[in-house]
Nanobody
């Protein structure tokens, strides 16, 4: 069982930046796709960004050009750099590891979540 621990959330003003980090335990990390999801109050959890084991990325339309996902296999970590944050980005952000190399394999494990609040 892979364990995921997120960090880096917090309160930021509109237009600001945050960097989320997710540290994973387990040797399968480098072979699996990783993703960041978010869930705002009263809304369904949605995919924000994902990265395959080979480094291919995809993003939700709402964050394209503002967010960047990256991974460091040597550190068993995945990151989400967020710029130009908007109030509608406010949500609990979850790190996820997929069951295989690609997104179609589905999420295998979730982190506990980290709160991101964008407000003046």
């Amino acid at each position: 069982q892979v364990q995921l621990v997120e960090s880096g959330g917090g309160l930021v003003q509109p237009g600001g930046s945050l960097r989320l980090s997710c540290a994973a335990s387990g040797s399968i990390f480098s072979a699996n796709a990783m993703g960041w999801y978010r869930q705002a109050p009263g809304k369904q959890r949605e995919l924000v960004a994902a990265i395959t084991s080979g480094g291919s990325t995809n993003y939700a339309d709402s964050v394209k050009g503002r967010f960047t996902i990256s991974r460091d296999n040597a550190k068993n970590s995945v990151y989400l750099q967020m710029h130009s944050l908007k109030p509608e980005d406010t949500a609990v952000y979850y790190c996820a590891v997929y069951s295989g190399r690609y997104l179609y394999t589905g999420v295998g494990s979730w982190g506990q979540g980290t709160q991101v609040t964008v407000s003046s």
